[in-house]
Nanobody, 118 residues
Framework: QVQLEESGGGLVQAGGSLRLSCVAS????????MAWYRQAPGKQRDLVAL???????NYADSVKGRFTISRDSAKNTVYLQMNNLKPEDTAVYYC????????????WGQGTQVTVSS
């Protein structure tokens, strides 16, 4: 079993920055694509940013130029640097990974709250 654990959420004023981290733990696995999703109250869970196993990235239009996704494959960790935060970025942020362990499966973290005050 592979578990994802997020950290780094919190309360910040508009224009501020936060850095989220997500670590995958377990045994005998390889993490392929990793991503961050977010879900605001009453809304669906949407993709924020994705980073492939080879390092290619993709971003939602709403965060381009403000957020940066990166990974440390040796540590099975993905990061999301969030700058110039806006109140509309307020949501629960979830880490997601495609994991190879006797096959491929999806794994989700429990989520971390990000609140941006105006």
């Amino acid at each position: 079993q592979v578990q994802l654990e997020e950290s780094g959420g919190g309360l910040v004023q508009a224009g501020g920055s936060l850095r989220l981290s997500c670590v995958a733990s377990g045994s005998s696995f390889v993490v392929k694509n990793m991503a961050w999703y977010r879900q605001a109250p009453g809304k669906q869970r949407d993709l924020v940013a994705l980073i492939s196993y080879s390092g290619g990235t993709n971003y939602a239009d709403s965060v381009k130029g403000r957020f940066t996704i990166s990974r440390d494959s040796a540590k099975n960790t993905v990061y999301l640097q969030m700058n110039n935060l806006k109140p509309e970025d307020t949501a629960v942020y979830y880490c997601y990974a495609v994991v190879q362990k006797e096959g491929f499966f999806n794994s989700w973290g429990q989520g971390t709250q990000v609140t941006v005050s105006s």
